[in-house]
């Protein structure tokens, strides 16, 4: 059971809006910034969201990220089918004093 | 360019001992943290432990401390990560990463990973 809590699945068809969701609690995202990373089929992990909202360089403007209270959302416009891939959700918890993940979201472009 | 470049697959029987490496190139070696996490197989994202190659400090995770061991050599600008006894639980794909800059901070750099696959 990860400590972050995602959506095991979202769907939507090229072109539109999806949003996924990781809820967490007061000693995580509630306290720090929350990263969003893109996982493609077969590929290590890539960043594409830090400190919440910020996007590296590289990253479309397309992605977006959210954070209000225990959670954190990212968004993805425009979607196109290279868009479908594994979504994770990482923090520090202070608590545990460890980075934790979400379980991931896998995103079906239809 | 920064580049973290991992040993390649690795097949093991139950009870054995690895140690998987991770070289960095194309930046201050001893300046970043490395780190590392596990994905078995059709799972996510876990976060071992991480290590400051400078002077070894290290941090692990609650849940793979006395688990595994993480080292660096940076001598030669690498990361280990190693188990005494492997269990066939072990069997998964290891990345290093390295984050932006402090522990807390997200890994903008990943390896390509390592797959290890541990059975009798």
């Known amino acids: 059971q990860s400590v972050l809590t995602q959506p095991p699945s979202v769907s939507a068809a090229p072109g539109q809006k999806v949003t996924i969701s990781c809820s967490g609690s007061s000693s995580n995202i509630g306290n720090n910034y929350v990263s969003w990373y893109q996982q493609l089929p077969g590929t290590a992990p890539k960043l594409l969201i830090y400190e919440n909202n910020k996007r590296p360089s590289g990253i479309p403007d397309r992605f977006s990220g959210s954070r209000s209270g225990t959670s954190a959302t990212l968004g993805i416009t425009g979607l196109q089918t290279g868009d479908e891939a594994d979504y994770y959700c990482g923090t520090w918890d202070s608590g545990l004093s460890a980075v934790v993940f979400g379980g991931g979201t896998k995103l079906t472009v239809l | 360019e920064v580049q973290l470049v991992q040993s390649g697959a690795e097949v093991k029987k139950p009870g054995e001992s690895l140690n998987i490496s991770c070289k960095g190139s194309g930046y201050s070696f001893t300046s970043y943290w490395i780190g590392w996490v596990r994905q078995m197989p059709g799972k996510g994202l876990e976060w071992m432990g991480i290590?400051?190659?400078?002077?070894?400090?290290?941090k692990y995770s609650p849940s793979f401390q006395g688990q595994v061991t993480i080292s660096a050599d940076k001598s030669i600008s690498t990361a280990y990560l190693q188990w005494s006894s492997l269990k066939a639980s072990d069997t998964a794909m290891y990345y290093c990463?390295?984050?932006?800059?402090?522990?807390?901070?997200?890994?903008?750099?990943w390896g390509q990973g390592t797959l290890v696959t541990v059975s009798s």
């Open positions: 290590i400051y190659p400078d002077d070894s400090n290290i």
């Open positions: 990463a390295r984050p932006v800059s402090t522990v807390t901070t997200p890994f903008d750099y």
